[in-house]
C-alpha cells in the first residue's frame, strides 16, 4: 500500500483511479466487490451447532442425563427414552429462541449503522459507512465520525479528535499538503483516520483504505470484541434464576428427604427430585426474556426508535422527565422565511412554503422584484454565500435542503429572489470560512469581490450581530451606528420573535485584499449591519397530542432551544407545554442562578430558551437531584456530554452528528417527539411482556412443587411421575412464552405512573398473583385427585386425571397472564393469535399423548372419557375465572 501521505493530492487521485468528483455508482459497486465491505473485524457469533449444544449447559440437565443413564440400567427404558425425548425438545425450542433472538439483535445493529457523506455521480448522497470503497470522496463536517482512512485535499479550519487512535488530547489541525514518509502515524495532519470525529471546520477527502486495511481495522484485528452486556432487567432476572436455582435444591433435597422418611424408593424419589427441581426453575426465562426484549426493540425500530444500548428499553419505562430540543423534534424542521427587514428600513414579507423555490417577495403589500429593492438583494447576497446548505432537485421533483434546515431556508428565500447560490459563488469564490460554533453564535466567510478587494460576510444571532457592529448600511452609504438606530433594530427583532420567529441577522466587512484567512479577531468588530430575516417552523401537528399523552403518562416535557425567549414562548404555547405557573428561562438567566436554585426552580420551568450545549448539562443535573428520570435530546457534537449524563440520551437521526449518535442510547430516524413517546409506550410495554412471561413461569412452577410437597407430606400416592412432570413443562412452557412475549400493548399503558427503576421485576402485586394462582393449581389438582383415587384406587386413573388437568391449568393460566388489568374478553381472545396457537398446541400435544399407547405406557396412564375430559377443563378453568372476577371487582388501577 503506497504512504499517501507523501503523495501530492493529484498523484493520490492517479493511483485511486478516481477524481475530486467522486466515483460513478457502478464503479463503486465494482470496487465493493473487490475490497469488501468497510467494516471492522467482529467477534463471529457462535455457530447453530454450538448454540444448539450450549442448551444444554445446566447442572440439572446433567443430573437428567444421569439419572436418565440409571433409568436404562435399573430397566426402565421407556422413561429414559421419554426424557432424552423432552430434553432433546427441550433443546430445539430454546436453540430456535436464541438463534432468532441473536439475528434480531443483528439486524437492530444494521439499522444504527454509521452513515458518510460521499459524491457519487457528481450529486452529494448519504450512503451507509459500509458501502465505501477506495476512491470515494468524503465530505466531512463538524461532528462527523471518519468512516475510512482518507487523504485530504481540502481542509478548512478543519481539526479532528484523534484521541480514539493516538490518544493525542486535543484536536489536530489538518492541512493538505504532501510529508515526508517518516511522518508518525499521530503527525500525518493531511490523513483523516476512520473511527475520529471532525472537532472543528469542514473538509474534503478521499478514501485510501477500508474496513481491515485501516489503521483501526488493523488494531481491531488483534482484539476479541467486547461481550453483549446485559441489561439491567436481564441482570435482576439472572439473580432471580439464581436464588430460584438455590430453592430448587432445596425443593429436590425436601421430596428426597420427605419420600425417604416414608420410606419410599431412593431411586424414584431422587428422580421426582430432579424432576421437581427442573420444574420449578425456569431455564426458558433467559431465552424467552430475551425474544421479549429483541422483539419490543424490534417493533421499536420500525416505529423510527432505534435502541442503541439495551438499558434503555428498561429505562424508557421509567423516564419521568423528556427535556426535548424544539426544532424538528417538536417542530416540522421544515424552516421558511417569512419577513424581515434591512437596515435601510425596508421592511418585507415572503410567501411559499417549504423547500420549494416558489414564492414571491412583498414590500406594504406590493410584489417586488430584486431589481426594485437592492438593499433585499444585499441582504440576501450575505446570507446565501455565509451558508453551507445546498438546495437539491430530487428526480422525484421534490426539493430537499443538504445541510443546515435554517440555512437552507436562506437558500430557498434567496431563490425565490433571483438569487442563485451557485452563481453567487461564482461571481464571489469563497476563500476562507469561520464555522458556526454554539458558542460564538455566528458564521463567517471571506469571498472575493467581482470589482476587486475582498469581503467577510458574517451571519448570527441578531443581538450576537449587532454587538459586533459600528455601523449600518443605508441605501449606497454606510452610516456609523448610534443608539436610536440600534434600538430601532431591537425593537424590531423583538416584534418578529414575538410572532414565533427565528432571526437571523446579517452583516458584512471590507478587508485589505491581500487576506487569505480569518479569525474570530478579525470579524468581532467594525461590521456593517445589512438587516435580519424571521423565519418558521410550525410545531409538528402530532407533537401537541404526543406532549398530552406525556402529561397523562406522567411524564413532564421541558423544551431546550437556542431560540430567542419570545419565539420559544410562542411555540411553546402553541404545543400546550406552557401550563399555569410555568416560567421561559433564557440562558442568561440560567447562568446567574446556582445548582441550587436551579434545582429549586426547575420545577416551574417548561422552557429553556437561548440555551447552549453546556447548560443542557446543569439542566439534567438539577432534575436528577430531584431524583428524576431523565430523558435528552439532542443532535449536536456538544449534546453529547448532556446526552451521555442523562438517563436516556436521545439523538436526531436525521440532523445528528455521529458524535452525538454514538453518545445516545437511542436514536430517532425521523427527528420526532410523537416518536419519543411512542418509545415510551413501547418500552413500558416490553417490561410489561417480560413480567407476564416471568408471572406465568413462576405460578405454574410454583403451583407443581406444591403439589409434590403436599402428597408427599400428607403421605399420598405420588400422583405425578418425573416423566410427567418434564412433559408438562414441555408442553406448556414450551408453547407458551415466546407467544406471550409478542402481546401487545395494554390500551391506556401510558395513563400509569412511571415506573420506579429500583422496583424489582417480581414486586408484591406480582407475587400475590403468582401465589394466588399456584394455590388454585394446588387445591384443584388434589381435589381432582382424591376424587379418582376415591373412585379407581386401584388404577392409573387418578394419575392421568391430575396429569391432565395439570396441563389444562396451564393452558387457561396464560391467558391469565396477557393482561393484568383487563379481562380476556375485552382485550380479546384472537388479539394475540400467537398465545391461542400455543394453548392449543398444548391441548393437543396432551390429548394425543393420552390417546397414544406409547404414552401410555410411558407415562403410566389411561384414556378418559368424555365426561373426565369436561371435569378436567372444568376445574383447571378456575384459575381463569377466580383471576376474571378480580379483574371485574378490583378494576384497573389497582396492583392486586
Same mark, same amino acid.
Given at each position: 500500500m503506497?504512504?499517501?501521505?507523501?503523495l501530492?493530492?493529484?498523484?493520490v487521485?492517479?493511483?485511486?483511479?478516481?477524481?475530486?468528483?467522486?466515483?460513478?455508482?457502478?464503479?463503486?459497486?465494482?470496487?465493493?466487490?473487490?475490497h469488501?465491505l468497510?467494516?471492522?473485524?467482529?467477534e463471529?457469533?457462535p455457530?447453530?451447532i454450538l448454540t444448539f449444544l450450549?442448551?444444554?449447559?445446566?447442572?440439572?440437565?446433567?443430573?437428567?442425563?444421569?439419572?436418565?443413564?440409571?433409568?436404562?440400567?435399573?430397566g426402565?427404558?421407556?422413561?429414559?427414552l421419554?426424557?432424552?425425548?423432552?430434553?432433546?425438545? %427441550?433443546?430445539?425450542?430454546?436453540f430456535?429462541?436464541?438463534?432468532?433472538?441473536?439475528?434480531?439483535?443483528?439486524?437492530?445493529?444494521e439499522l444504527?449503522?454509521?452513515?458518510?457523506?460521499?459524491?457519487?455521480?457528481?450529486?452529494?448522497?448519504?450512503?451507509?459507512?459500509?458501502?465505501?470503497?477506495p476512491?470515494?470522496?468524503?465530505?466531512?463536517?463538524?461532528g462527523?465520525?471518519?468512516?475510512?482512512?482518507?487523504?485530504?485535499f481540502?481542509a478548512? %479550519?478543519?481539526?479532528?479528535?484523534e484521541?480514539?487512535?493516538?490518544?493525542?488530547s486535543?484536536?489536530?489541525?489538518?492541512?493538505?499538503?504532501?510529508?515526508?514518509?517518516?511522518?508518525?502515524?499521530?503527525?500525518?495532519?493531511?490523513?483523516?483516520?476512520?473511527?475520529t470525529?471532525?472537532?472543528?471546520?469542514?473538509?474534503m477527502?478521499?478514501?485510501?483504505?477500508?474496513?481491515?486495511?485501516t489503521e483501526?481495522?488493523?488494531?481491531?484485528s488483534?482484539?476479541?470484541?467486547?461481550p453483549?452486556?446485559?441489561t439491567p432487567?436481564?441482570?435482576?432476572?439472572s439473580r432471580?434464576?439464581?436464588?430460584l436455582?438455590?430453592?430448587?435444591?432445596?425443593?429436590?433435597?425436601?421430596?428426597?428427604i420427605?419420600?425417604l422418611v416414608?420410606?419410599?424408593?431412593l431411586?424414584q424419589?431422587?428422580?421426582?427430585?430432579?424432576?421437581?427441581?427442573?420444574s420449578?426453575?425456569?431455564?426458558?426465562?433467559?431465552?424467552?426474556?430475551?425474544?421479549?426484549?429483541a422483539?419490543?426493540?424490534?417493533?421499536?425500530?420500525k416505529?423510527?426508535?432505534?435502541?442503541?444500548?439495551?438499558?434503555a428499553?428498561?429505562?424508557?419505562?421509567?423516564a419521568t422527565?423528556?427535556?426535548?430540543?424544539?426544532?424538528g423534534?417538536?417542530?416540522? %424542521?421544515?424552516?421558511?422565511?417569512r419577513?424581515?427587514?434591512?437596515?435601510?428600513?425596508?421592511?418585507?414579507s415572503?410567501?411559499g412554503?417549504?423547500?420549494?423555490?416558489a414564492?414571491?417577495?412583498?414590500?406594504h403589500g406590493?410584489g417586488?422584484?430584486?431589481?426594485?429593492?437592492?438593499?433585499?438583494?444585499?441582504?440576501?447576497?450575505a446570507?446565501v454565500?455565509?451558508?453551507n446548505?445546498?438546495?437539491?432537485?430530487?428526480?422525484?421533483g421534490?426539493?430537499?435542503?443538504?445541510?443546515?434546515?435554517?440555512?437552507?431556508?436562506l437558500?430557498?428565500?434567496?431563490?425565490?429572489l433571483?438569487l442563485?447560490?451557485?452563481?453567487?459563488?461564482?461571481t464571489?469564490?469563497?476563500?476562507?470560512?469561520?464555522?458556526f460554533e454554539s458558542?460564538?453564535r455566528?458564521m463567517a466567510?471571506?469571498?472575493?469581490?467581482p470589482?476587486?478587494?475582498?469581503?467577510?460576510?458574517v451571519?448570527?444571532a441578531?443581538?450576537?450581530?449587532?454587538?459586533m457592529?459600528?455601523?449600518?448600511?443605508?441605501g449606497?452609504?454606510?452610516?456609523?451606528?448610534n443608539?436610536d438606530?440600534?434600538?430601532?433594530f431591537?425593537?424590531?427583532?423583538?416584534?418578529m420573535a414575538?410572532?414565533?420567529?427565528?432571526?437571523?441577522?446579517?452583516?458584512?466587512?471590507?478587508?485589505?485584499?491581500?487576506?487569505?484567512?480569518?479569525?474570530h479577531?478579525?470579524?468581532?468588530?467594525?461590521?456593517?449591519?445589512?438587516?435580519?430575516?424571521?423565519?418558521i417552523?410550525?410545531?409538528?401537528?402530532?407533537a401537541?397530542?404526543?406532549?398530552?399523552?406525556a402529561?397523562?403518562?406522567g411524564?413532564?416535557?421541558?423544551?431546550?432551544?437556542?431560540?430567542?425567549?419570545?419565539?420559544?414562548r410562542?411555540?411553546?404555547?402553541l404545543?400546550?407545554?406552557?401550563?399555569e405557573g410555568?416560567?421561559?428561562?433564557?440562558?442568561?438567566?440560567l447562568?446567574?442562578?446556582?445548582?441550587?436554585?436551579?434545582?429549586?426552580?426547575i420545577?416551574?420551568?417548561?422552557?429553556?430558551a437561548r440555551?447552549?450545549?453546556?447548560?443542557?448539562?446543569?439542566?439534567v443535573?438539577a432534575?436528577?437531584?430531584?431524583g428524576?428520570i431523565?430523558?435528552?435530546?439532542g443532535?449536536?457534537?456538544?449534546?453529547a456530554p448532556?446526552?451521555?449524563?442523562a438517563?436516556?440520551?436521545?439523538?436526531?437521526g436525521?440532523?445528528g452528528t455521529?458524535?452525538?449518535?454514538?453518545?445516545?442510547?437511542?436514536?430517532?430516524?425521523?427527528?420526532?417527539f410523537?416518536t419519543?413517546?411512542?418509545?415510551?409506550e413501547?418500552?413500558?410495554g416490553?417490561?410489561?411482556?417480560?413480567?407476564?412471561?416471568?408471572?406465568?413461569?413462576?405460578?405454574?412452577?410454583i403451583?407443581e412443587v406444591?403439589?409434590?410437597?403436599?402428597?408427599i407430606?400428607s403421605?399420598?400416592?405420588?400422583?405425578?411421575?418425573?416423566?410427567?412432570?418434564?412433559?408438562?413443562?414441555?408442553?406448556?412452557?414450551?408453547?407458551s412464552?415466546?407467544?406471550?412475549?409478542l402481546?401487545?400493548?395494554?390500551?391506556?399503558?401510558l395513563?400509569?405512573?412511571?415506573? %420506579?427503576p429500583?422496583?424489582?421485576?417480581?414486586n408484591?402485586?406480582?407475587?400475590k398473583?403468582?401465589?394466588?394462582a399456584?394455590?388454585?393449581?394446588l387445591?384443584g389438582?388434589?381435589?381432582?385427585?382424591l376424587?379418582g383415587l376415591?373412585?379407581?384406587p386401584?388404577?392409573?386413573?387418578?394419575?392421568t386425571?391430575?396429569?391432565?388437568?395439570?396441563?389444562?391449568?396451564q393452558?387457561?393460566n396464560?391467558?391469565?397472564?396477557?393482561?393484568?388489568?383487563?379481562?380476556?374478553?375485552?382485550?380479546?381472545?384472537?388479539s394475540?393469535?400467537?398465545?391461542?396457537?400455543?394453548?392449543?398446541?398444548?391441548?393437543?400435544?396432551?390429548?394425543?399423548?393420552?390417546n397414544t399407547?406409547?404414552?401410555?405406557?410411558?407415562?403410566?396412564?389411561?384414556?378418559?372419557?368424555?365426561a373426565?375430559?369436561?371435569?378436567?377443563?372444568?376445574?383447571?378453568?378456575?384459575?381463569f375465572?377466580?383471576?376474571?372476577?378480580?379483574?371485574?371487582?378490583?378494576?384497573?388501577?389497582?396492583?392486586?
Amino acid at each position: 500500500m503506497p504512504a499517501w501521505h507523501t503523495l501530492p493530492v493529484k498523484e493520490v487521485f492517479y493511483k485511486l483511479d478516481t477524481t475530486p468528483d467522486g466515483l460513478a455508482t457502478a464503479e463503486a459497486r465494482n470496487r465493493l466487490l473487490i475490497h469488501g465491505l468497510n467494516e471492522l473485524p467482529k467477534e463471529k457469533p457462535p455457530s447453530p451447532i454450538l448454540t444448539f449444544l450450549h442448551q444444554f449447559r445446566s447442572p440439572l440437565i446433567y443430573v437428567l442425563f444421569f439419572a436418565a443413564l440409571l433409568s436404562i440400567v435399573s430397566g426402565h427404558t421407556i422413561d429414559s427414552l421419554i426424557i432424552f425425548t423432552v430434553l432433546l425438545l %427441550n433443546a430445539v425450542i430454546g436453540f430456535l429462541q436464541e438463534y432468532r433472538a441473536e439475528r434480531t439483535l443483528e439486524a437492530l445493529e444494521e439499522l444504527s449503522a454509521p452513515r458518510a457523506t460521499v459524491l457519487r455521480d457528481y450529486e452529494e448522497e448519504k450512503i451507509d459507512a459500509a458501502e465505501l470503497v477506495p476512491g470515494d470522496v468524503v465530505l466531512l463536517e463538524v461532528g462527523d465520525r471518519v468512516p475510512a482512512d482518507c487523504r485530504l485535499f481540502l481542509a478548512i %479550519n478543519l481539526r479532528t479528535d484523534e484521541s480514539a487512535l493516538t490518544g493525542e488530547s486535543m484536536p489536530v489541525e489538518k492541512q493538505v499538503n504532501p510529508l515526508p514518509e517518516d511522518t508518525p502515524l499521530a503527525e500525518r495532519i493531511n490523513m483523516v483516520y476512520s473511527g475520529t470525529t471532525v472537532a472543528y471546520g469542514r473538509g474534503m477527502a478521499v478514501v485510501v483504505a477500508t474496513g481491515r486495511q485501516t489503521e483501526i481495522g488493523r488494531i481491531a484485528s488483534e482484539v476479541v470484541a467486547e461481550p453483549r452486556a446485559l441489561t439491567p432487567v436481564q441482570r435482576k432476572l439472572s439473580r432471580l434464576a439464581g436464588q430460584l436455582g438455590i430453592a430448587g435444591l432445596a425443593v429436590a433435597i425436601s421430596i428426597i428427604i420427605a419420600g425417604l422418611v416414608r420410606n419410599l424408593p431412593l431411586f424414584q424419589m431422587f428422580f421426582l427430585g430432579v424432576a421437581a427441581a427442573v420444574s420449578f426453575i425456569p431455564e426458558g426465562l433467559p431465552a424467552a426474556i430475551t425474544i421479549v426484549l429483541a422483539v419490543g426493540i424490534q417493533r421499536m425500530a420500525k416505529n423510527c426508535a432505534v435502541v442503541r444500548k439495551l438499558p434503555a428499553v428498561e429505562t424508557l419505562g421509567s423516564a419521568t422527565v423528556i427535556c426535548s430540543d424544539k426544532t424538528g423534534t417538536l417542530t416540522k %424542521n421544515e424552516m421558511t422565511v417569512r419577513q424581515g427587514y434591512t437596515s435601510s428600513g425596508t421592511q418585507f414579507s415572503v410567501t411559499g412554503e417549504g423547500y420549494v423555490p416558489a414564492g414571491d417577495f412583498y414590500v406594504h403589500g406590493h410584489g417586488v422584484t430584486r431589481e426594485q429593492v437592492p438593499d433585499v438583494e444585499r441582504l440576501f447576497t450575505a446570507l446565501v454565500l455565509c451558508n453551507n446548505a445546498r438546495l437539491h432537485h430530487e428526480e422525484s421533483g421534490s426539493w430537499r435542503i443538504l445541510g443546515d434546515p435554517t440555512e437552507g431556508a436562506l437558500i430557498v428565500a434567496g431563490d425565490k429572489l433571483g438569487l442563485k447560490k451557485h452563481e453567487l459563488e461564482t461571481t464571489q469564490p469563497r476563500i476562507d470560512e469561520i464555522p458556526f460554533e454554539s458558542e460564538k453564535r455566528y458564521m463567517a466567510t471571506l469571498h472575493n469581490l467581482p470589482e476587486g478587494g475582498k469581503r467577510v460576510y458574517v451571519k448570527g444571532a441578531p443581538e450576537r450581530v449587532l454587538a459586533m457592529c459600528c455601523s449600518y448600511s443605508s441605501g449606497e452609504r454606510v452610516l456609523p451606528m448610534n443608539p436610536d438606530k440600534m434600538n430601532e433594530f431591537v425593537i424590531a427583532n423583538t416584534e418578529m420573535a414575538a410572532n414565533a420567529l427565528r432571526l437571523l441577522a446579517a452583516a458584512y466587512k471590507d478587508v485589505p485584499p491581500e487576506t487569505v484567512e480569518i479569525e474570530h479577531q478579525d470579524v468581532e468588530h467594525d461590521l456593517v449591519f445589512l438587516g435580519a430575516v424571521g423565519m418558521i417552523d410550525p410545531p409538528r401537528d402530532e407533537a401537541r397530542v404526543a406532549i398530552q399523552a406525556a402529561r397523562t403518562a406522567g411524564i413532564r416535557v421541558i423544551m431546550v432551544t437556542g431560540d430567542h425567549p419570545d419565539t420559544a414562548r410562542t411555540v411553546a404555547e402553541l404545543l400546550g407545554l406552557l401550563e399555569e405557573g410555568m416560567r421561559v428561562v433564557d440562558g442568561r438567566t440560567l447562568d446567574k442562578l446556582t445548582d441550587d436554585q436551579l434545582t429549586a426552580l426547575i420545577g416551574s420551568i417548561a422552557v429553556f430558551a437561548r440555551a447552549e450545549p453546556e447548560h443542557k448539562i446543569r439542566i439534567v443535573r438539577a432534575l436528577k437531584r430531584q431524583g428524576h428520570i431523565v430523558a435528552m435530546t439532542g443532535d449536536g457534537v456538544n449534546d453529547a456530554p448532556a446526552l451521555k449524563l442523562a438517563d436516556i440520551g436521545i439523538a436526531m437521526g436525521l440532523t445528528g452528528t455521529d458524535v452525538a449518535k454514538e453518545a445516545a442510547d437511542m436514536v430517532l430516524l425521523d427527528d420526532n417527539f410523537a416518536t419519543i413517546i411512542r418509545a415510551v409506550e413501547e418500552g413500558r410495554g416490553i417490561f410489561a411482556n417480560i413480567r407476564r412471561v416471568v408471572t406465568y413461569l413462576l405460578s405454574t412452577n410454583i403451583g407443581e412443587v406444591l403439589i409434590h410437597l403436599t402428597t408427599i407430606l400428607s403421605g399420598l400416592p405420588i400422583p405425578l411421575m418425573p416423566v410427567q412432570i418434564l412433559w408438562i413443562n414441555l408442553v406448556t412452557d414450551g408453547f407458551s412464552t415466546v407467544p406471550l412475549s409478542l402481546e401487545r400493548k395494554e390500551a391506556g399503558i401510558l395513563h400509569e405512573p412511571p415506573r %420506579n427503576p429500583r422496583e424489582p421485576v417480581v414486586n408484591k402485586p406480582i407475587m400475590k398473583r403468582i401465589t394466588r394462582a399456584a394455590i388454585i393449581m394446588l387445591v384443584g389438582t388434589l381435589a381432582l385427585y382424591l376424587w379418582g383415587l376415591q373412585h379407581h384406587p386401584e388404577s392409573n386413573r387418578p394419575r392421568t386425571l391430575a396429569f391432565v388437568v395439570m396441563v389444562f391449568f396451564q393452558v387457561f393460566n396464560v391467558f391469565n397472564v396477557r393482561s393484568f388489568n383487563y379481562s380476556l374478553f375485552r382485550i380479546g381472545v384472537l388479539s394475540n393469535p400467537y398465545v391461542v396457537l400455543g394453548a392449543t398446541s398444548s391441548t393437543l400435544a396432551q390429548i394425543i399423548a393420552v390417546n397414544t399407547n406409547f404414552f401410555q405406557q410411558a407415562f403410566k396412564i389411561v384414556p378418559l372419557t368424555l365426561a373426565e375430559w369436561l371435569l378436567c377443563v372444568a376445574i383447571a378453568s378456575s384459575v381463569f375465572w377466580v383471576e376474571e372476577i378480580r379483574k371485574a371487582v378490583v378494576g384497573r388501577g389497582s396492583p392486586h
